[in-house]
Antibody, heavy 119, light 108 residues
Framework: EVQLVESGGGVVRPGGSLRLSCEAS????????MSWVRQAPGKGLEWVSGIYWNGASTGYADSVKGRFTISRDNAKNSLYLQMNSLRAEDTALYHCARRYGSTGELDHWGQGTLVTVSS | QSALTQPASVSGSPGQSITISCTGTSSDIGSYNLVSWYQHHPGKAPKLMIY???KRPSGVSNRFSGSKSGNTASLTISGLRAEDEADYYCCSSAGTYVFGTGTKVTVL
């Protein structure tokens, strides 16, 4: 069974940093492109970042470019999101998700980890 | 890139059919068959319901179907059930991911 379990969320002050992790199991992690998607309170889903199989290629939403860094460790079946210079508007539930095929659908998601940016 | 436009809410009685629209542009929905739909119960992991506009993943009920016309994609739920009550999001993966604004489905 495919499982994605996020961790690392918490409360942080504006300007602070946080590192999220997503532990994958039930599939060959290195074969899949992975993404982070967030949902702010009362808002819709927003794609944050994605990373290719070997980590050589990454992408970011304009709202986080230059502040967030996505990475992966295929030996540990883990995906990460380093979040720096956090702002109140980064407050959200952060999900990791697996991209199934070349057409981009996200076929498995984790339940998310909550990040709250507040003074 | 702007979010795709969905109605904020759609409702129906058990057994009825409802349709959720998702409007984009000629640069995303209009040019590619790369629309997926997700069901999201708050606090749970989103679930893929439709991909490539019309295809259903294994295990998803055939009561869910997708279609596209021009720059608008649609998700139809037939034989509405209480467990279908959730938020639904469309998504275009033509380039980076762009999600829809979300639709709350209420079963009356």
């Amino acid at each position: 069974e495919v499982q994605l379990v996020e961790s690392g969320g918490g409360v942080v002050r504006p300007g602070g940093s946080l590192r999220l992790s997503c532990e994958a199991s039930g599939f060959t992690f290195e074969d899949y492109v992975m993404s982070w998607v967030r949902q702010a309170p009362g808002k819709g889903l927003e794609w944050v970042s994605g990373i290719y199989w070997n980590g050589a290629s990454t992408g970011y939403a304009d709202s986080v470019k230059g502040r967030f860094t996505i990475s992966r460790d295929n030996a540990k079946n883990s995906l990460y999101l380093q979040m720096n210079s956090l702002r109140a508007e980064d407050t959200a539930l952060y999900h990791c998700a697996r991209r199934y095929g070349s057409t981009g659908e996200l076929d498995h998601w984790g339940q998310g980890t909550l990040v709250t940016v507040s003074s | 890139q702007s979010a795709l436009t969905q109605p904020a809410s759609v409702s129906g009685s058990p057994g009825q059919s409802i349709t959720i629209s998702c409007t984009g542009t000629s640069s995303d929905i209009g040019s590619y068959n790369l629309v997926s739909w997700y069901q999201h119960h708050p606090g749970k992991a989103p679930k893929l319901m439709i991909y490539e506009g019309t295809k259903r993943p294994s295990g998803v009920s055939n009561r869910f179907s997708g279609s596209k016309s021009g720059n608008t994609a649609s998700l139809t739920i037939s034989g509405l059930r209480a467990e279908d009550e959730a938020d639904y999001y469309c998504c275009s993966s033509a380039g980076t991911y762009v999600f829809g604004t979300g639709t709350k489905v209420t079963v009356l």
